[in-house]
């Protein structure tokens, strides 16, 4: 697709607010249309950034010649519907995690994008973080050998504390989100831990609560503010992940790994200029100096993956093994037993 790629855009809260003035920064992409339920929040989106269509209507918009692909910022719920509705009028697709409410949903999305010969990808942004980049560099290279086990953990005040919808969002209403902590900000642990590791997620231990968010009315949210898992890969790791909307301090989302050759730390100080620390079995410490990402990258890569009509690196077939882990942590906890998932990439044993 020479030239610029022209995008229509579907929601209009933080979240497009945020990856669209990251978009911009690519000369390759092109906002040129917006599409709302209210023809007021579409109007005012367009204004504020320029935006020189609107819709009211996905159908209208995804038939529209103006637009080669679709990025996808609604609720939960919504993904799976929207993402195949535009890939079926031949839209590619940029979809915002968790990819879907139901395994079933995220498979048919993949089978979308197969069947119509579309480009699918799926919003996890972690990886491209130019500092768990270098991480990744430093892994391959065997900084710290094999890695034996993890300790992963995100955590902040929750949605109410940087949602547009202040108060009364929809991340707490199991109809719209059906899920809370663990498929907002546990999933990009999952993504980051599997690029990471170069492993994928075979069994989860995990125990999935609502512990102390409450509605405006007073009552308990419909969804998770915590949870907690084993994970076990395919490569032979083992770690814990924590995901938390009750981090009411300090925001928290350092990555510890535990190799046979030592210790890398990624953002477990409060020293940004420093968030890598490797430290190696005689005792010394090494920091990395990684200057702070300026976009999500998710844009970049897709932008990039449809110029050279190649998959994008987490396209919707590679975020089925993190959402297979997330419906199993649910699953476990519901349960109270180990889960397997992702057998098939089982090659450890």
């Avoid at 409450?214 to 083992?238: E, Q, Y």
């Avoid at 814990?240 to 925001?251: C, F, I, N, P, R």
């Amino acid at each position: 697709m020479p030239g610029k790629i022209r995008f229509g855009m579907v929601g209009t809260g933080f979240i497009a607010d945020w990856v669209l003035a990251g978009a911009r920064q690519d000369a390759r992409f092109e906002a040129v249309a917006i599409c709302s339920r209210s023809q007021e929040r579409a109007d005012a989106f367009a204004a504020k950034h320029g935006i020189p269509h609107t819709f009211t209507s996905l159908g209208q918009m995804a038939a529209s010649p103006l637009v080669d692909a679709v990025y996808i910022a609604t609720p939960n719920f919504l993904h799976a519907s929207q993402s195949i509705l535009c890939m079926r009028y031949g839209k590619h697709v940029l979809c915002e995690k968790p990819m879907a409410v139901t395994l079933a949903e995220c498979e048919s999305m993949v089978a979308a994008a197969e069947r119509n010969g579309k480009h699918l990808m799926i919003g996890h942004n972690m990886r491209f973080d130019p500092v768990h980049r270098k991480a990744k560099e430093l892994l391959d290279g065997g900084i710290i050998g094999d890695i034996i086990t993890f300790r992963a953990t995100m955590g902040n005040a929750g949605p109410e504390n940087w949602s547009m919808e202040a108060g009364s969002t929809w991340f707490f209403d199991k109809k719209k989100a059906a899920m809370g902590a663990l498929s907002d900000l546990g999933i990009h642990k999952v993504d980051l831990l599997q690029y990471l590791t170069g492993q994928k997620v075979i069994e989860t231990t995990a125990k999935v609560m609502t512990l102390n968010k409450h509605t405006a009315t007073g009552a308990p949210i419909t969804v998770d503010d915590n949870a907690l898992c084993i994970l076990r890969m395919s490569g032979g790791a083992v770690g814990t992940l924590a995901a938390s909307w009750t981090v009411y301090g300090h925001e928290c989302q350092s990555t510890c790994l535990y190799g046979t050759k030592g210790i890398m730390l990624i953002y477990n100080n409060n020293n940004p200029a420093a968030p890598i620390e490797v430290r190696n079995l005689d005792g010394t410490s090494t920091t990395y100096n990684i200057p702070p990402e300026t976009n999500s990258g998710v844009i970049d890569e897709f932008v990039d993956a449809l110029e050279h009509d190649r998959e994008p690196e987490v396209s919707g077939k590679e975020a089925l093994s993190t959402m297979r882990a997330i419906f199993g942590s649910i699953k476990s906890s519901e349960i109270g037993r180990t889960v397997s998932v992702n057998s098939s990439f089982v090659n450890h044993l």
